[in-house]
């Protein structure tokens, strides 16, 4: 088989949501739906289920290291993904591997809190990221709350950024793109900003679903890691990766009695004359 027909490579580094839900799990199914072979490296368990996550567990910096380093010596991988990382000790860890791969693009999904709201990032965990990862990042994923908690200056009482200032911001602290998800804002549709070195690229405008999802930053955030290698330029990335996941969105189901989970193999299932799996 030509080696070029083999599907795009993207290392992950993740915690892990035995739900399905979000985590490396979904980052896991959205890069094989859309045609890359992922490669897995775990940075923390947690144990939750579709309503809440109840505990995290970081795994131990050096093992997360080997994780990744026996891979990068193996394999081309062509762009990385970083969600939840568990630790200081292991942002320091992954922030020294990716150094040694700057030519691959990264996306780095800030996973300060779930959309639940239990917290998943300390204050040294924001603080690390900002400073080790933010310099390496292709293209920054957080939402309109993660982006003011990423920027905001806590030492001025005053300062409240718009999404723009905030934007402007994380790219002044070295990420090269930042997109800005809007499923928090106070709006009719959902609007995502794609902002670059200039301000603002594009700006999506998507029909608001009614329920509520568990898992669809990791999910978006995937998306576009896989869109970026399979060549993909980052507008083109981005807006695709939107398509698919407001797609994987609106097929959505609920398995148990918590959240909705999006469905990364909508494509796979024809849908039954009348079957609406999506909330009412
Ligand atoms: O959705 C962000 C996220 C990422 N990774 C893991 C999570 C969550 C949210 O709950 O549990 C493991």
């Known amino acids: 088989m030509s080696q070029d027909l083999l599907p795009p490579i993207v290392m992950v580094f993740a915690a892990s949501d035995p739900s399905g839900g979000a985590g490396l799990q979904a980052d896991i199914m959205t890069l094989s739906s859309m045609g890359c072979h992922p490669l897995s490296v775990l940075t923390a368990l947690t144990v939750q289920d579709s309503a809440g996550v109840e505990d995290a567990l970081a795994i131990d ?8 380093r026996a891979l990068l010596e193996d394999m081309s991988v062509s762009a990385f993904k970083i969600g939840m990382l568990g630790s200081v000790e292991n942002i320091a860890a992954i922030a020294e591997i990716i150094s040694d791969y700057p030519d691959i693009p990264l996306v780095l999904d800030p996973v ?14 924001i603080a690390a990221m900002r400073e080790l ?18 920027v905001l200056d806590e ?10 200032e905030c934007a402007r911001r994380l790219v002044g602290a070295g990420a090269e793109f930042v997109l800005i998800t809007g499923t928090h804002e106070n709006s009719t549709q959902v609007v995502n900003s794609l902002y670059g070195e200039n301000g603002l690229i594009r700006a999506d405008a998507w029909e608001r679903l009614p329920g509520s999802y568990h ?6 955030a995937s998306a576009i890691a896989a869109n970026l290698a399979n060549g993909l330029d980052m507008a083109e990335a981005v807006r695709d990766a939107q398509d698919y996941t407001w797609q994987a969105l609106a097929n959505g189901f609920r398995p148990g009695m918590g959240q909705y989970l999006p469905d990364r193999f909508f494509w796979a299932r024809e849908p039954e004359p009348g079957d609406a799996r999506t909330p009412a």
Request: with cysteine; glycine share 8%.
């Open 112 to 125: 300060l809190a779930s959309g639940r709201g239990e917290e998943l990032a300390s204050e040294d965990m």
């Open 61 to 68: 910096a050096d093992w997360v290291a080997d994780q990744a």
């Open 215 to 220: 898992g669809s930053g990791c999910t978006l």
């Open 155 to 164: 030492a001025n009482d005053d300062d409240d950024p718009d999404l723009a």
């Open 133 to 150: 990862l933010l310099p390496q990042t292709t293209l920054l994923t957080p939402n309109s709350l993660e982006a003011r908690r990423l």
